[in-house]
């Protein structure tokens, strides 16, 4: 198994080359029929890259393996080190259906980093590259998994999306946005078909814009 210390390698390579200032960035919510979507850019101490993690974030991992009650405990263990600065970018429903949610999730992104101060240098990005990303970046597939500073990320972005989404369920029982936090689920598609659509719904996806066609409103 790796040690702990393996998941700082993409950093220590960026740190080796002067590129102090580096950000994991990393997003949640691209698959939603309703709701934001939400990126995080997370710059960790650079001195964690040789000492590790410290011991209220050694759970820190991919958001989609953990459970909500341990990611919303890792989300107030990165609240509480004040040495790690972030940036979390919405872009809500209405904008997605604008722009689409690759634009939207890139925007987001940008949103995130923007945040940074001092501004990152770098940035590690979950997944694909990101044509439109505001800084030189290294794109990492599984990067969730890969690198702690794209895992902080991760969580950042999950705990935010998930909270907006309860919220909302406050708004709109109907549709229990609390339970399944807008995706596709097959109670959350009898809601639709029952209800319609509400505003955080993103219209421009398939199975929203088929309860549109049928003329249902809500």
Same mark, same amino acid.
């Given at each position: 198994m790796d040690s702990d210390l393996d998941r700082f390698n993409f950093e220590r390579e960026h740190h080796t080359r002067a590129l102090i200032r580096l950000a994991g960035v990393d997003e949640a919510g691209r698959g939603p029929l309703a709701g934001p979507v939400v990126a995080a850019a997370a710059v960790l101490p650079a001195e964690w890259v040789e000492t590790g993690l410290p011991e209220s974030l050694q759970r820190l991992n991919? #958001?989609?393996?953990?459970?909500?009650?341990? /990611?919303?405990?890792?989300?107030?263990?990165?609240?509480?080190?004040?040495?790690?600065?972030?940036g979390i970018g919405v872009i809500e429903a209405i904008v997605i259906d604008e722009i689409n949610i690759l634009q939207a999730t890139h925007r &987001?992104?940008?949103?995130?980093?923007?945040?940074?101060?001092?501004? &990152? !240098?770098?940035?590690?990005v979950d997944g694909l590259r990101v044509p439109t990303l505001a800084i030189p970046q290294t794109a990492i597939v599984k990067g969730d998994q890969k690198s702690f500073s794209i895992a902080a990320?991760?969580?950042?972005?999950?705990?935010? /999306?998930? /909270?907006?989404?309860r919220e909302h369920d406050i708004r709109w029982p109907e549709y229990a946005f609390a339970k399944h936090?807008?995706?596709?689920?097959?109670?959350?598609l009898a809601a639709l078909s !029952?209800?319609?659509?509400? #505003?955080?719904? /993103?219209r421009s996806f398939a199975p929203v814009f088929a309860v549109q066609q049928k003329g249902a409103r809500h």
């Open positions: 991919d #958001s989609k393996k953990l459970t909500e009650k341990i /990611r919303e405990q890792l989300f107030a263990a990165l609240h509480a080190e004040p040495e790690i600065h972030f &987001a992104m940008n949103t995130a980093l923007a945040q940074l101060s001092p501004p &990152a !240098a770098h940035a590690l990320a991760s969580i950042l972005a999950k705990v935010t /999306r998930d /909270r907006i989404m936090k807008g995706y596709g689920t097959a109670a959350h !029952a209800h319609g659509a509400c #505003s955080i719904h /993103r």
